[in-house]
């Protein structure tokens, strides 16, 4: 049979037309602003002005709990918050906690894209990452000035870069911080080496086998491992599953549960069989679908909520 020359074109026009699609909702996404009710702030750390997004949910009252949100590389806050679907805007109107989204810098080693400094100051050969460790606590100081949050419950979840970021906060400032969530990112090897001892900080960590922009390698598991040991947690884990709520999404998820630990802390990670880089139900744009497939069986955010308030600090 003869190929139809119009019907060969009308394919063309159509592939054109969904992939201009994706990479105009994927900019979109980049541009989002913050979703009605959050609200945009600013201070100055070391002469520099930072941004970051807050939403204080539900009823005004003292000892709120309070969650960072950290964006991945190229990212920005109200783009999370939009990926996110809102998960931890809706938890913290109904229980009155407060979220903030903050805001990375542009640095040159990331093309000036937006980038956690989630390396060591004394990295061989590397320059000096932004003084984010100082931002993240200023932003803490701020809030908790206005709002009156309770200091044994501040938590920090991060994506990707924003995973790396988490990590690094938790391992040199755990004053600052209750229980820190990593979802596809692990530690730089510079970060490690010192988190083998320091106060107990509960992790909750999430991985995709299928991620191919931060694979799922031994480093990533030593450092759950390594932060097992630092919380005085069991040597082995309870192993779980999770029910496969949406078989379509072609993915399983399994649980290593480190409990119970020093102070109260836990130590668990989602092991996402067929996972790609990717916040377990999301909202995808367009291009981001290239990182892989996104697990549907759970909504991360609701999953790290709840471990959040089960792991305040003692």
């Known amino acids: ?15 054109v037309a969904l992939v201009a699609l994706g990479v105009t909702r994927a ?29 204080a949910g539900g009823e005004a009252k003292s000892g709120r709990p309070l969650v960072l949100v950290l964006h991945g590389l190229g990212g920005t806050a109200a783009a999370l918050e939009r990926r996110t679907r809102g998960t931890f805007d809706t938890l913290a109107d109904q229980l009155g906690a407060v979220i903030v989204y903050p805001q990375a810098t542009g640095y040159p ?13 004394g990295q061989r050969g ?30 920090a979840a991060g ?10 906060l938790a391992c ?15 530690m730089m090897p510079d970060v490690a080496p010192a988190c083998r001892q320091g106060a107990p900080v509960s992790i909750l960590g999430m991985h995709g086998t299928a991620d ?13 491992v390594a932060w097992a040991k630092r919380d005085g947690c069991p040597a082995q884990p309870a192993p779980s599953e999770l029910p496969d709520a949406d078989p379509s999404d072609g993915t399983r998820t399994h649980v290593d549960l480190y409990a119970p630990c020093a102070a109260g802390t836990a130590v668990a990670f989602y092991t996402i069989d067929g996972g790609g880089h990717a916040w377990p139900g999301e909202d995808t744009p367009g291009i981001f679908r290239r990182a892989g497939t996104v697990p549907r069986d759970f909504d991360a955010g609701r999953v790290i909520w709840d471990f959040f308030l089960a792991h305040p600090k003692r």
């Open 126 to 155: 590397a320059p000096p990452p932004p003084d984010d460790l100082g931002f993240l606590a200023a932003v803490i100081d701020a809030v908790a000035g206005e709002l009156a949050i309770d200091r044994k419950r501040v938590y």
């Open 172 to 186: 040199e400032r755990p004053d600052l911080v209750a229980a820190v969530a990593p979802v596809s990112g692990g």
């Open 1 to 15: 049979m003869t190929p139809n020359p119009y019907r060969r074109r009308l394919i063309v026009v159509a592939v």
């Open 212 to 224: 191919s922009i931060v694979p799922l390698d031994a480093s990533i598991r030593d450092g759950v």
């Open 27 to 55: 900019a979109a996404f980049r541009r989002a602003r913050p979703l009605p009710g959050t609200s945009v702030r600013q201070l100055v750390i070391g002469g520099v002005t930072r941004t970051y997004l807050l939403r």
């Open 109 to 121: 080693e990331a093309g000036d894209r937006a980038r956690w400094g989630d390396w060591s100051v």
């Open 159 to 168: 994506f990707s870069n924003g995973a790396m970021m988490v990590y690094r």
